[in-house]
């Protein structure tokens, strides 16, 4: 019973900096505690793919060879984690390029596409740090394996979860081959049309399964939740580590 | 055998402006002939619904109570065509919103995501025409009605072919549903992603089906032509009459 890789795992975890902050947690009280819930958000723990990617490096390599039911604790260093500072991705703007000229230490701005912190502002010039928020930090995960997952549908259902932020998607298997109803708040997300390909791939890769089809019905079944309100839940996976 | 609204029919034609000069044409050699011939573009006919709004209104309406074979000339104002010409639609724009401050009479430009054509240029000010180019023009059309189409599949792949410019794809009717795969080079395809939910209801209206599943296999079967192209397939599609 050994984790190996491609296994697929049932993960409870927290995540925090060297001061003790909580950023990232699959439990809903932890993330209400620290001020991190989100009411789109999926917790109880994720499924993930041992040694897929799904979490940051450092935690990913931690799960091969435990056991179902292991639980433990793992300092990360940046290159396992968020990946190093690097100095380049720290700019210098005129102040000219910001809404009504403003700008302050800690603001978040969008900057050719690209999201990033003022760190400084001396004069008319404006230093912005486009690293990842979580770069250069060492973490630590708390973490537990609470079950490997045998059954071919729930790893179907677990591997949509991990990208879509949905809990349960109208799916099945049938002679080799996923059969995936896309819900109408789906179909016009970017998101989804960015990783729709990717989970594909990453179903017949690792449920050994030869095709997936994308069904998109109409008229569309009435919808639980708005578009809108997908979105954020579709954003919200995005947060989780890498 | 009179057509009535509703009715699949396969209809060719030329329409013309006042001074001869023929702007749209289902016949190859004349597209040729004037110097309008697109290598992407379908030829040898269009299928249309009769009334639905496929061709502009004035050939629309002339269309209803002909026959299978019949063919005529149809001189067509304005509003039965391309619309009247808006005076509020032509607007003054500063020179400095165009690029290198160049603009001259027949530039096309975008201008807040609008297109114009550039009219006059008087010192800084430049008068943009936002009409549709052939706004307030009376045309004429040479039409026939090639034929009347009875059969389902062939009504699913005319209008597939209508909207997206592919002569064939890998669709059926079975149990009332029209189940339509997807080539992978529209997945991506922004006008696709706005036509595909108008199809699917113009399909269950006109077919009389009560569903329509849209899917997308992975891996993609090798399409033919390149994504690039198939966009510009698309896009000439617009250009038919409306």
């Known amino acids: 019973m050994t984790i190996q890789e491609g296994d697929f795992i049932k993960l409870s975890y927290n995540g925090k900096l060297e001061d003790g902050i909580v950023f990232d947690t699959t439990d809903e009280n932890v993330a ?37 039911g292991d639980s433990g604790t793992i300092e990360i260093p940046p290159e396992k984690a968020f990946g190093e500072h690097d100095p380049k991705l720290v700019e210098s703007h005129s102040i000219t390029k910001f809404q009504d000229r403003k700008a302050y230490p800690g603001m978040e701005v969008q900057i050719d596409n ?11 010039r404006v230093r912005v740090d486009f690293n990842h928020p979580l770069a250069g930090k060492t973490v630590t995960y708390d973490y537990s394996i609470d079950k490997k997952i045998e059954d071919d549908d729930e790893k179907l259902q677990g591997l949509l979860a991990l990208y879509t932020g949905m809990p349960e998607m109208d799916a099945k298997i049938e002679n080799n081959t996923a059969i995936i109803n896309i819900p109408n708040e789906l179909t016009f997300n970017q998101r989804w049309l960015m990783v729709k390909g990717r989970i594909a791939s990453e179903l017949m890769q690792h449920l050994g399964i030869e095709e997936v089809q994308y069904v998109e ?26």
């Open 32 to 68: 209400k505690e620290n001020g991190i819930y989100n009411e789109q958000g999926m917790y109880g723990g994720d499924v993930v793919v041992a040694g897929a990617g799904h979490t940051i490096k450092g935690l990913d390599e931690e799960l091969i060879g435990k056991e179902e």
């Open 114 to 124: 690209r999201k990033g912190v003022v760190s400084r502002v001396i004069g008319r």
């Open 217 to 242: 019905k109409y008229p569309p079944e009435s919808s639980k939740t708005e578009e809108s309100e997908s979105e954020e839940t579709m954003e919200e996976t995005e947060s989780s580590g890498e």
